[in-house]
């Protein structure tokens, strides 16, 4: 269930009250790692490790399960920044290649850090993981289906799924 109201009963089954749902989105947790990723954020070393794991477990583990997420769509869809692009930015589009150098220390600090902030998420955040599509890996565009508001264009209506297995990118 989509909620973020924290009602109770939600996840509970019928015959105790409830409603039924069987898994809660655990709403707060992406909302946690974008205000760790915007321009104000901290330092790496500055992260407040308390609130990241208190955020993550902030649940009612015997009462009902929860899907954590990293990202949501409105990190994903319409312009707004994946968790790979806040961490790597515009270097994702001509830093990823992997020549067997060194490469760049955002792309590598960045792809560490995703890998971090996903299996974190994955093993604290509750009894099952969302992913967004493509974010997995982290798909260096937002998806912007086709509306009104972009002329109905079909240029970033996709995922390019051939990134993720690239020999030649450092995904």
């Given amino acids: ?98 020549d067997g150098g060194p490469g760049s220390v955002r792309i590598a600090r960045g792809v560490a850090l995703h890998k971090l902030i996903r299996g974190i998420t994955m093993g604290l955040g509750g009894e099952a993981y969302l992913n967004f599509m493509g974010n997995e890996f982290g798909h260096p565009e937002w998806i912007d289906f086709p509306r009104e508001g972009n002329n109905w264009s079909h240029d970033k209506c996709r995922r390019r799924w051939d990134l993720g297995d690239n020999g030649l990118l450092r995904y």
């Fill in 1 to 98: 269930a989509e909620d973020v109201s924290g009602m109770p009963t939600l996840c509970r089954p019928v015959s105790e009250g409830g409603v039924g749902f069987d898994y809660r989105l655990g709403m707060g947790i992406p909302d946690m790692w974008t205000s760790l990723l915007d321009k104000k954020a901290p330092k790496d070393e500055d992260w407040p490790m308390n609130r990241i794991v208190s955020s993550l477990c902030n649940r009612r583990r015997d009462y009902e399960k929860t899907v954590a997420y990293t990202e949501c769509h409105d990190q994903s869809i319409v312009g707004s920044k994946s968790v790979a692009f806040n961490l790597m930015d515009a270097d994702m589009y001509d830093g990823m290649g992997d």
